[in-house]
């Protein structure tokens, strides 16, 4: 084989390995590129899938947030409920309360109308007696200065009632002793009267000797009488 072949065969022999080089790269290139194709979809579909399950993800947190969210909200619906159940139940004892307590008011509010009433009545009452006082002062004065004027008129009454009985008792006196002296004179007359009569008597006795006992004991009986007499006027 003389030159020219072998550098034409050379030449083939580099030439199919070129080719052959070449055809390698370019099935590496087809297998890389196949694989990256492959690697690409398979990225893509994992990409979709962790996609999907993180929007599930998310879509379970979003679930999980409402559930807390609808359960946090029905226990403060709950808290809410029986705040406003224990707020009625309030509302109803300040009703009460106050129906009570509007009760006492008015109850309190007629009792001081009344207490106001019954203290005008008492205070009228009060100006009543106190006028009536001041009356029966003024009457008790008019009295007391009647009772002196009274006590004065009768004092001076008394005063010439006791002059009076002291001029009558003197005029009593008088009189008295004006009828003594009227009833010693009667008596002396009568007693001359009987002794005339008795001497008379004796005279007669002594003249017809009868009785002459007789008008001696009349006469001394008379002196007897007349001696008595006279002692009755002494005392």
């Known amino acids: 084989m003389d030159s020219s072949s072998l550098i034409n065969c050379e030449m083939e022999n580099q030439g199919q390995k070129r080719r052959y080089e070449d055809n390698q790269e370019i099935s590496i290139y087809d297998y890389y590129s196949d694989s990256a194709q492959i690697e ?37 619906m709950a808290d ?55 009356m029966l002062h003024e009457q008790l004065a ?36 004006k009828m003594k002296e009227v009833e010693d004179s009667s008596y002396r007359f009568k007693n001359r009267q009987v002794k005339r009569k008795l001497f008379k008597e004796m005279d007669d006795a002594l003249e017809f000797g009868d009785g002459e006992e007789e008008v001696k004991k009349k006469i001394k009986s008379l002196e007897i009488l007349f001696e008595n007499r006279g002692s009755d006027d002494e005392l």
């Open 40 to 76: 690409t979809l398979e990225f893509q579909r994992l990409k979709e899938e962790n996609e999907a399950f993180r929007k599930e993800n998310q879509m379970l947190k979003d679930s999980e947030r409402k559930l807390k969210e609808s359960l946090k909200c029905y226990e403060l």
């Open 80 to 134: 809410r409920n029986r705040t406003n159940s224990e707020k009625d139940e309030q509302i109803e004892n300040l009703k009460k309360e106050m129906e009570e307590l509007k009760s006492a008011f008015w109850k309190s509010l007629t009792e001081q109308m009344r207490m106001k009433k019954d203290l005008e009545e008492s205070e009228e009452t009060r100006k009543d007696a106190e006028r009536a006082i001041l």
């Open 142 to 177: 008019k009295e007391r200065a009647r009772s002196a004027n009274l006590d004065q008129e009768l004092e001076e009454e008394i005063e010439n009632l006791v002059e009076k009985l002291e001029k009558s008792d003197e005029a009593l006196k008088e009189v008295n002793k």
